[in-house]
T-cell receptor, first 114, second 110 residues
Framework: GAGVSQTPSNKVTEKGKYVELRCDPI?????LYWYRQSLGQGPEFLIY????????DSGLPNDRFFAVRPEGSVSTLKIQRTERGDSAVYLC????????????FGQGTRLTVV | SQQGEEDPQALSIQEGENATMNCSYK?????LQWYRQNSGRGLVHLIL?????REKHSGRLRVTLDTSKKSSSLLITASRAADTASYFC??????????FGTGTSLTVIP
């Protein structure tokens, strides 16, 4: 596709459930980022992939959060035992490489934990 | 955590006027990017300015960068109602992430 695609657009889940959020980056982009944005705030870094490997997962808030990118393209962010505080917009971005290039964002997944 | 800080937090102008937003940051950077966000969803990339550049233009957008003051400004000329959005700066410090500010909410009144 022409841009970064994220699915689903919206996800409502019950507290304690498991969710998966998907990101399809721009074809050929090796760098992929996940960010989380709470209401009224700027995006906050979660994890960065270069190719298939998680080069930096320092932004993941705790061990309930995990992300994979097994083939170096599509990435899935997984959240276990969801809590109401996990409610936010989860944004994915990709860029051609890590060095000094623009990052292009998807439309995000709005996660609501009830 | 937030590294950049946009100023003002909110800005309301009449259509046709110019809008100026400022971004301050704390450490040395490789580049700085400006994004627009409508309705709290996807971020649209507007412009990237590298640390060795001082000014950049793209259509009605003009971005300046002053590395000595650790600040950048985004100027939107001849604003339109469609420019209503939140605007964020994001700094690249050479690590593995971009640092975003809390954004400026721009309202352009028709």
């Amino acid at each position: 596709g022409a841009g970064v695609s994220q699915t689903p657009s919206n996800k409502v889940t019950e507290k304690g459930k498991y969710v998966e959020l998907r990101c399809d980056p721009i074809s050929g982009h090796t760098a992929l980022y996940w960010y989380r944005q709470s209401l009224g705030q700027g995006p906050e870094f979660l994890i960065y992939f270069q190719g298939t490997g998680a080069a930096d997962d320092s932004g993941l808030p705790n061990d309930r959060f995990f992300a994979v990118r097994p083939e170096g393209s599509v990435s899935t962010l997984k959240i276990q035992r969801t809590e109401r505080g996990d409610s936010a917009v989860y944004l994915c971005a990709s860029s051609p490489s890590r060095a000094n290039t623009e990052a292009f964002f998807g439309q995000g997944t709005r996660l609501t934990v009830v | 955590s937030q590294q950049g800080e946009e100023d003002p937090q909110a800005l309301s102008i009449q259509e046709g006027e110019n809008a100026t937003m400022n971004c301050s940051y704390k450490t040395s950077i490789n580049n700085l990017q400006w994004y627009r966000q409508n309705s709290g969803r996807g971020l649209v990339h507007l412009i990237l300015i590298r640390s060795n550049e001082r000014e950049k233009h793209s259509g009605r957008l003009r971005v300046t960068l002053d590395t000595s003051k650790k600040s950048s400004s985004l100027l939107i000329t001849a604003s339109r109602a469609a420019d209503t959005a939140s605007y964020f700066c994001a700094t690249d410090e050479g690590g593995n992430q971009f640092y975003f500010g809390t954004g400026t909410s721009l309202t352009v009144i028709p």
